[in-house]
């Protein structure tokens, strides 16, 4: 029905079956053919033909917004597929933790963009426990998260800070609710830890250090430019630094559209074994 449609609206914005035929590249027989057809699907006469041409009947006015729509539709849902069936348009969803949606996948996703800016990216920071939730459910098609699933991305370490001329080992710990990875991290490796705070971002936790009220762990590109600045300092522990590998998680490359397998091997172009600059 839809070429019918199609047929049917050539006649009605050219005025003559001849001048529909000729621009569909359709014989005038087979045109009139078609648009038989279509009246007998309808049970309704469209178009009153005369010499002066072919003009549309009430259930032909009736029709013609109906069947444009329909073409429009048509046409639209094809062109998004197949924008999707190439890295010249579509989407990508990508999710990950504060530390993976602050400080490592901001340039990665910028270089990104600039190699293909009709890409939508829609960048989700969660709770790395609830990214994978999300990923699990399909909202997501590529998670970055620590752990041991997924493609090798960056290996990272989780080191203890304080602020300079402050006595860490008297101080409270500062750290994320849980959920988070490091909050589960402190948990295990400071089982009687002293949490006074439980702050949602990266930034109210560094800031909370600096300002001397406690003692943090967090990742080391988090806090690279403090420490190289002097704003924050080391603490040595026995318990750190921690080893944190972050994993790039998706269900499979032939379950990945074009954005998506084009962002992962951006992602993984020099993952394996790479670390942060130590200051």
């Known amino acids: 029905m839809l070429e019918a449609f199609r047929h049917f609206l050539l006649i009605a914005d050219h ?4 001048a529909a035929s000729r621009h ?4 005038q027989p087979a045109l009139t053919a078609s648009i038989r057809r279509l009246e ?13 041409g072919a003009t549309l009947t009430a259930g032909g006015r009736a029709l013609l917004p109906h069947a444009r729509a329909a073409v429009v539709a048509v046409d639209e849902g094809t062109a998004a597929v197949a924008r999707l069936a190439s890295i010249e348009g579509g989407e990508v969803r990508i999710g990950g933790g504060s530390t993976a949606c602050t400080y490592l996948l901001p340039p990665l996703l910028s270089a990104f963009r600039r190699k293909h800016p ?5 960048l989700r920071e969660l709770p790395e426990d609830h990214a994978v939730d999300a990923f699990e459910r399909g909202e997501l098609d590529l998670v970055v998260a620590s752990g041991k699933r997924g493609d090798r991305f960056r290996d990272e370490e989780v080191v203890l800070v304080a602020a300079k001329d ?3 080992a008297t101080l409270p710990f500062i750290t994320f609710p849980k959920g988070s990875a490091v909050r589960a ?4 490796r ?3 830890a002293d949490i006074t705070m439980e702050l949602a971002s990266i930034s109210t936790v560094k800031g909370s250090v600096r300002a001397g009220l406690g003692v943090a762990l967090i990742s080391r590109s988090a806090v690279a430019t403090d420490l190289a600045l002097g704003r924050l300092v080391l603490v040595k522990h026995p318990a750190v630094p921690i080893p944190r590998p972050f994993r790039l998680l998706h269900r499979g490359l032939d379950r990945l559209s074009p954005p998506a397998r084009a962002l992962r091997a951006l992602l993984l172009a020099d993952a394996p074994g790479k670390r942060r600059p130590v200051p």
């Open 15 to 18: 005025g003559t079956f001849t």
């Open 24 to 27: 569909a590249h359709l014989s």
């Open 40 to 52: 007998d699907q309808l049970d309704v006469r469209l178009f009153d033909r005369s010499r002066l």
């Open 118 to 122: 009709k890409v939508a990216i829609y």
């Open 166 to 168: 402050v006595d860490a």
């Open 185 to 188: 991290m402190l948990d295990q």
């Open 190 to 192: 400071f089982p009687r």
